[in-house]
C-alpha cells in the first residue's frame, strides 16, 4: 500500500524538480510561444478585454522596424549602417506583410474584432503606409544623396526637432482617445495585463534578435543591430491606423500605447548592458 502511495509522490516530485532546474528555459519557451500563438493565452481573460489586447498585438506586430533602433544602435556602438538597411527593407516590405498579419489574427480573432481586422487588411492599409511611410523614406533617402552631407548636415538639428514635436503630437492626440477612460474609470485588471503582454512581447523580440545574431554567428556590433531592430516597432503608424479604423475601440490602443513605451525602456536596459560588458573588457 505504502509502495502505491509512494509512486505518485516521487513522479510529482520528480516533475517538480525538472521545472525548477529547466525553470529559465521554459519560461522564455512560454514567452516565444506566447508571441507566436498568443491565442489560448488571451483566451483565459475576460473575452472582450482578450479580444482587445489581440488587435493591438496584431498592430504592433504588423509595423515595421522604428527608425529609433538606429539612433539606439548607433549609442550602443552597433553597425550603423545594418540597422539601417533593416529599418529601410521592413519599411519597403511593410504594404506586403502588414495585411499578411492582419490576416492572420484574424483567423484567431471573433466577431466585430475579426471584421475590424479585415477592415484594417482591406480598406486602403497599404496605401497608407506607402504614403506615409515608404514614399517618405525614400523620398529623405534621395533627398539626402542629392544635396549632399555638407548641405544637409546644417538642417539636421531642425528636422529631428520637427520630427520629435510630431511623434510627440501624434502620441499626444492618439493618447486622448484612450487615457482618460482608464484615468476616469481605470480597469486595473485590462492595464496590468496589457503591460505585462507588452512587456512580455518587447522582451521576446529583443531576445530573438540576440538568438538570430548567435545562429548567424554575427559581430559584436551586428548582434546589437539586430537586437534593437527585432525588438522596436513602428508604433506611430500603428496607432495612426487605430485612430483611423478602431475609433469605436479606443482601448485597443493601450497595447500600442505601453509597447512604444516599454521598448524605449528595454532598450536602455539592453544598451547598459552592452556598455557594461564592453567595459569589462
Known amino acids: 500500500m505504502s509502495d502505491t502511495t509512494e509512486a505518485p509522490k516521487d513522479r510529482v ?21 506566447a508571441a507566436l500563438l498568443p ?17 493591438g498585438l496584431a498592430l504592433i506586430a504588423a509595423m515595421p ?13 552597433g553597425d550603423v549602417a545594418l540597422s539601417l538597411a533593416l529599418v529601410l527593407f521592413s519599411t519597403l516590405l511593410s504594404p506586403l506583410t ?36 515608404v514614399f517618405p523614406s525614400i ?29 510627440l503630437l501624434l502620441n499626444y492626440s492618439n493618447a486622448a482617445v484612450s487615457l482618460p477612460q482608464l484615468v476616469t474609470d481605470p480597469d486595473w485588471d485590462y492595464i496590468l495585463v496589457t503591460l505585462a503582454v507588452a512587456l512580455l512581447l518587447c522582451i521576446v523580440g529583443f531576445v530573438s534578435g540576440w538568438l538570430v545574431s548567435q545562429m548567424l554567428r554575427a559581430t ?3 548582434q546589437i543591430s539586430l537586437m534593437f531592430a527585432l525588438g522596436m516597432n513602428n508604433n506611430g ?8 479604423a478602431l475609433a469605436q475601440y479606443p482601448t485597443v490602443m493601450l497595447p500600442v500605447i505601453f509597447y512604444n513605451l516599454i521598448q524605449h525602456l528595454v532598450a536602455g ?6 556598455t557594461k560588458v564592453i567595459d569589462k573588457e
Open 13 to 33: 516530485a520528480a516533475v517538480s524538480h525538472f521545472i525548477h532546474r529547466h525553470f529559465i528555459w521554459l519560461l522564455i519557451s512560454s514567452l516565444m510561444i
Open 39 to 55: 491565442g489560448p493565452g488571451l483566451s483565459i481573460n475576460e473575452p472582450d478585454e482578450a479580444q482587445h489586447v489581440l488587435v
Open 65 to 77: 522596424i522604428a527608425g529609433s533602433s538606429t539612433a539606439w544602435t548607433q549609442n550602443a556602438n
Open 98 to 133: 502588414t495585411p499578411l498579419v492582419f490576416d492572420a489574427v484574424e483567423q484567431m480573432a471573433a466577431g466585430e474584432y475579426a471584421e475590424a481586422l479585415d477592415r484594417l487588411e482591406s480598406q486602403g492599409t497599404s496605401f497608407l503606409l506607402i504614403g506615409c511611410v
Open 139 to 167: 523620398l529623405g533617402i534621395g533627398l539626402h544623396r542629392f544635396l549632399g552631407e555638407e548641405k544637409t548636415r546644417p538642417a539636421m538639428p531642425f528636422l529631428k526637432l520637427v520630427n520629435s514635436v510630431n511623434l
Open 220 to 222: 559584436r556590433p551586428q
Open 237 to 244: 503608424t500603428g496607432l495612426v491606423l487605430a485612430s483611423m
Open 269 to 274: 536596459v539592453v544598451d547598459s548592458a552592452w
